[in-house]
C-alpha cells in the first residue's frame, strides 16, 4: 500500500525487564473515579463512569531510573498534575465481562493525566467538549509497563506522587470507585478494546498546579517510579 507521505512510526512504551516495547493503540481515561477526588471536583457518590480519550501519540514515555523532560504547554497557566495507575490491554474484546476482565491485562505502569485546568474549566462552563484540556502533546506521560505477573497486588497498592520533595498526592487503588475489572467491563461495552489500549483509571485527591523547572515523582506500589522536570 502507498501513502501520500509516510506514516508517523507506532507510539510505544518501554516494558520493564524486556527489549519489546508496548506500541499504543488508544489512550481511555477514567473521570473522577476516586470519591475524595471527585469531591474534590465538586462530586459526590459512587455516580457511573465516565470517560474521556487522549491521541495515541500523547504519550510521553519516561525509561526507568531516568528524568522525562515535560513541555509546559501552550495557551494555558493552569497545568495540574493527575496521577494514575495506567492499565494495557494484551487482549482484546467486547462486552467484557468484570468477572473475566483481568485476563485481558499484558500490565500495569504509573502515568500522568496531565491537564489545562483553565481551558478544561472554560470548555466545561459553555458545555462543549474538553479534549483542548486534556488531549494535547505529551499530556500522557507513563513509566515502563510491568507485566501483570511481576506486579503483584495492584489492587491495594499505594499511589502517589511529590512535586519538588513534597507530598501532593497520596492513596491508595483500592479507593478506586470503580475497579480495574469493573473499568474495563464498562469500557468493552461501548469500545471494542484492542491490543495496545491504555486505561488511565483515575486520580486521588490532591490535584493541583505545576510550573517550569518543577520536578514531579510519583509511584504505584510494584510498579515502581515516574519521575519528570516541566521545562
Same mark, same amino acid.
Given at each position: ?25 488508544? +489512550? ?73 476482565? *483481568? ?10 493525566? /496531565? ?7 472554560? /470548555? ?7 479534549? +483542548? ?8 506521560? +507513563? ?72 520536578? *514531579? ?5 510494584? *510498579? ?8
Amino acid at each position: 500500500m502507498s501513502t501520500v507521505f509516510p506514516p508517523a512510526p507506532v507510539a510505544t512504551v518501554p516494558v520493564a525487564g524486556r527489549s519489546e516495547r508496548f506500541p499504543v493503540h488508544r +489512550i481511555y481515561c477514567v473521570g473522577r473515579n476516586y470519591e475524595e477526588h471527585a469531591r474534590e471536583m465538586g462530586f459526590t457518590g459512587r455516580e457511573p463512569p465516565f470517560f474521556f480519550m487522549k491521541p495515541a501519540d500523547a504519550v510521553l514515555p519516561v525509561e526507568a531510573g531516568q528524568t522525562g523532560r515535560l513541555p509546559y504547554p501552550s495557551l494555558t497557566g493552569n497545568l495540574h498534575h493527575e496521577i494514575e495507575l495506567v492499565v494495557a490491554i494484551g487482549k482484546g474484546g467486547r462486552a467484557i465481562a468484570a468477572a473475566n476482565a *483481568l485476563e485481558h491485562v499484558f500490565g500495569y505502569a504509573v502515568g500522568l493525566d /496531565m491537564t489545562r485546568r483553565d481551558l478544561q474549566n472554560d /470548555m466545561k462552563k459553555q458545555g462543549r467538549p474538553w479534549c +483542548i484540556g486534556k488531549g494535547f502533546d505529551h499530556s500522557a506521560p +507513563i513509566g515502563p509497563i510491568t507485566p501483570a505477573a511481576q506486579a503483584g497486588d495492584v489492587a491495594q497498592a499505594a499511589i502517589w506522587l511529590q512535586v519538588n520533595g513534597q507530598d501532593r498526592q497520596r492513596s491508595t487503588v483500592a479507593q478506586l470507585i470503580w475497579n480495574i475489572a469493573e473499568t474495563i467491563e464498562h469500557l468493552s461495552a461501548a469500545w471494542e478494546l484492542q491490543p495496545g489500549d491504555l486505561i488511565y483509571t483515575g486520580t486521588p485527591e490532591g490535584v493541583g498546579a505545576v510550573v517550569r523547572g518543577d520536578v *514531579l515523582e510519583g509511584g504505584v506500589d510494584g *510498579l515502581g517510579t515516574l519521575r519528570l522536570q516541566v521545562v
